[in-house]
């Protein structure tokens, strides 16, 4: 974070009086004083007066007026952000929805004051923000033109609301850059040109599109404002800044609460909010509606029916064999970013890839423990390790441990785990390890427009003669060669961990 300091140095105290700043002798514990401290807002500089009394206690903050912060949005940290500081006597305070960066300056400001005084900000639990931010420069001017208004359509959401959206729609923002891979099979490139705003994610999909997405379409991150850190509240005045004729917001790292956090002035600066939700109630079909109703909000509700419809087709073929009903199902145990003796989370056939495992026709051995237990609510929880080396299970699933879908496109450097969990006590006599039954999937993929990928290859790996016919391989060029502009080979969707080694 940028900082621009300024400090006015008092002679004495009654000097200091008349400044309206003193100064203690904070290398003999005499810390009283006010103190100024600056740091970089959302719109500039802000700066702050903090007073301490001798041995250091924040007792008055004051924010400098003289600011360039959104009126009506600023107002809200300015107030809230001193009182949690003097409350708590600690720099670690939850952001304000919808102007965490003002609230970060604040926080800033104020460390840099205390700075100044001799002490250590980090003693009052100050840590310096990690930028998220984009590496490339938003030009405000840079924004796509706006089309008239030709028309409007009313679309109901993933949550059953009823939104207005006028049309043509020329420019959108997303809360996140995944979101994205549901639009270009509709719009191709016009993804990327009418694209003003993202959230970020864990993984820093900003730049990751950027670097994958920039050779084949050209710049578009100059006119591609962060309107959220990932799994944070919506930056209102970005969004505002940017001013998109919709904003599209998945369930996921609790988007649709934050979003709905400031849907007062979205509402009030005639920004609507579209909810979606995958990989939702239904992983067999909660992408195919996804794209029919962003069809409706683009235009392109015939392209948005064909896609939906290849997808349909390979949870039909997976249909068709019959595999949940199979008595002779295969044991698996899936496991989430698991390292060393450490193990991780795991899902059962109600969410996550364990969704994905049931629609495989594996038999989840999470779900005696976790299917109806009022702790785990059919979530992701972690269980015993002696349950899992008794249940002996015949294939072990792994995913978030190295592979992902925006770590290991072409040119990148692909995530390698840092352990070898074949190794782990009592792993070496499972029979999924004896048998070279140890699969690492891309963790998004499941909960991606990819999907079904995840599905059809599990099938393939449970149920091996039932799809000798079938190329998930050739399947996936189909799909990419015709909806998108990328080719299958992008990334590395699985990998079959031999033995010890990774």
């Known amino acids: 974070m940028r900082k ?7 002679l004495s105290l009654t000097i200091g009086v008349i400044a309206g700043c003193s100064q203690g002798d904070g290398s003999k514990g005499d810390y009283a004083g006010t103190y100024e401290g600056t740091a970089e807002g959302y719109h500039g500089d802000i700066r702050v007066e903090v007073t301490l009394d001798d041995d250091g206690k924040i007792t008055e903050i004051k924010v400098d007026e003289n600011h360039n912060e959104t009126k009506g949005i600023a107002e809200v940290p300015i107030e809230k952000i001193p009182k949690a500081i003097l409350d708590t006597q600690s720099l670690s305070v939850d952001a304000v929805s919808g102007a965490t960066l003002t609230g970060d300056g604040i926080v800033g400001a104020v460390a840099d004051a205390l700075t100044k005084a001799g002490l250590d900000p980090a003693k009052y639990d100050f840590t310096e923000k990690r930028s998220d931010k984009i590496t490339y420069e938003f030009d405000k001017d840079a924004l796509p033109e706006k089309e008239p208004k030709t028309g409007s359509v009313t679309v109901t959401d993933a949550r059953g609301r009823e939104v207005e ?13 995944d979101v994205i891979d549901y639009i270009v099979p509709l719009i191709g490139e016009d993804a990327f040109s009418k694209l003003v705003g993202s959230g970020q994610d864990g993984g820093n999909g900003l730049q990751g599109y950027a670097e994958l997405y920039t050779p084949i379409v050209g710049e578009y991150m100059n006119h591609v404002g962060q309107i959220s850190d990932h799994n944070a509240p919506f930056d209102l005045e ?47 079909t909660s992408v195919q509606d996804t794209l029919k109703l962003l069809g409706q909000i683009f235009e392109q509700e015939d392209k948005a029916k064909e896609v939906a419809t290849f997808i349909d087709d390979q949870y039909a073929l997976l249909e068709s064999k019959n595999l949940t009903e199979r008595t002779d199902k295969p044991t698996v145990y899936y496991e989430k970013s698991g390292y060393s003796e450490i193990y991780g989370v795991t899902s059962p056939s109600a969410s996550g890839w364990g969704t994905s495992i049931a629609i495989a026709g594996g038999d989840n ?25 008794e249940s002996d299970p015949d294939f072990i699933i792994l995913t978030g441990s190295g592979l992902g879908w925006m770590d290991n496109h072409k040119g990148s450097e692909p995530g390698v785990a840092k352990f ?48 000798k016919d079938v190329d998930v391989d050739a399947i996936m ?11 299958s080979d992008v990334t590395i969707w699985d990998v079959r961990i031999n033995e010890g080694s990774k």
């Open 4 to 10: 621009i300091f300024a400090m006015i140095l008092c």
């Open 165 to 177: 959206i006028g049309l043509p729609v020329s420019t959108y923002a997303m809360s996140t850059m």
């Open 238 to 284: 970005m969004i505002l800044a940017v001013e998109p004729d919709v904003i599209i917001v998945n369930s996921a790292m609790g988007a649709h609460r934050y979003v709905m956090e400031v849907e007062s002035q979205l509402a009030e600066a005639g920004i609507p909010i579209v909810l979606i939700d995958i990989p939702g109630k239904d992983q067999t």
């Open 365 to 389: 051995i999470a779900d005696p423990l976790l299917a109806d237990t009022a702790a785990s609510k059919g979530g992701g929880s972690t269980i015993d390790p002696e349950y899992i080396i």
């Open 420 to 467: 070898d969990i074949v190794n782990r006590t009592g792993w070496k006599d499972l029979k999924a390890v004896k048998n070279n039954n140890v699969y690492e999937f891309s963790h998004t993929t499941n909960r991606s427009l990819y999907g079904f990928q995840a599905a059809l290859r599990m099938a393939q790996i449970f149920y091996p003669e039932e799809f």
């Open 477 to 487: 060029k189909e799909f990419f060669d015709k909806y998108t502009l990328l080719d």
